[in-house]
């Protein structure tokens, strides 16, 4: 039985493939600036880009989890071990629940974030068996007796992102802190098609993605290549 939205697993391939190992210099990009804007100047820019993409989002939202994780699983490199952090989707976001089962059934060891203000993401084991409680920001995490784990891999929601890799996320630099923090943990972005675009403004602690996975297929970042 599947608990808080959970999805059943029938109809999705399997995952294959080597995990990819980032070098030091890949490490190291991460938590060095690239142009940056003044600091007024980005957090009222990125403000209005949030809203426009919500809107846009809102009305433009559709099942599309399953041909997700069909992307992902043909193109992602994952070691059999490696664990992947997911997170429970907002009602418009692209839902990873297909994906998180598919993975599940591979043998995958899966968690979800636990938030705190102002701290990197911090991650607890999850099944789609497991119940969810209630986090900070209307998320759902798991329950506190489940163990803390230490993803290879983190699937990461979206507002928009960019040919470059960037994002642009939710306003609290959750990912980002947590993504500089990892180091070496690959970032996949999951969006739908439409979310793409040209450049994003960014700032000096936006971290860029190594994969994006939309519904109609994956794109490594030239950083990751």
């Known amino acids: ?33 690239m142009r940056s804007r003044p600091p007024d100047r980005l957090v009222k820019e ?20 399953a041909p997700l994780a069909a992307a992902f699983l043909d193109a992602i490199p994952l070691a059999p071990d490696a664990v992947v952090s997911g997170y429970w989707p907002f009602p418009d976001e692209i839902d990873p629940r297909p994906l998180l ?5 591979c043998g995958h060891a899966l968690c979800l974030p636990v938030t705190e203000v102002g701290a990197p993401l911090r991650f607890r084991a999850w099944t789609p068996c497991d119940v969810l409680v209630s986090g900070p920001f209307d998320t759902r995490e798991p329950a506190s007796n489940k163990p803390e784990q230490r993803p290879d891999c983190l699937l990461v929601p979206l507002l ?15 990912y980002d802190r947590t993504l500089a923090v990892l180091g070496d943990a690959l970032g996949v972005g999951l969006a739908f098609n439409f979310q793409r675009c040209g450049r994003l403004p960014r700032g000096t602690h936006d971290c860029p993605l190594d994969w994006l996975v939309t519904e109609n297929g994956a794109t490594r970042f030239a950083r990751a290549a």
């Open 1 to 33: 039985m599947f608990h808080s939205g959970a999805v059943p697993t029938g109809g999705v391939p399997s995952a294959h493939g080597a995990h990819l190992h980032m070098q030091a210099p890949v490490v190291l990009e991460r938590q060095r600036s």
């Open 46 to 65: 990125k403000a209005r880009l949030r809203q426009v993409c919500r809107d846009e989002r809102q009305h433009r939202a559709h099942d599309a989890g």
């Open 101 to 105: 089962t598919a993975l599940h059934a």
């Open 160 to 174: 928009a992102v960019d040919d470059d890799g960037y994002r642009l996320g939710y306003g609290g630099g959750f």
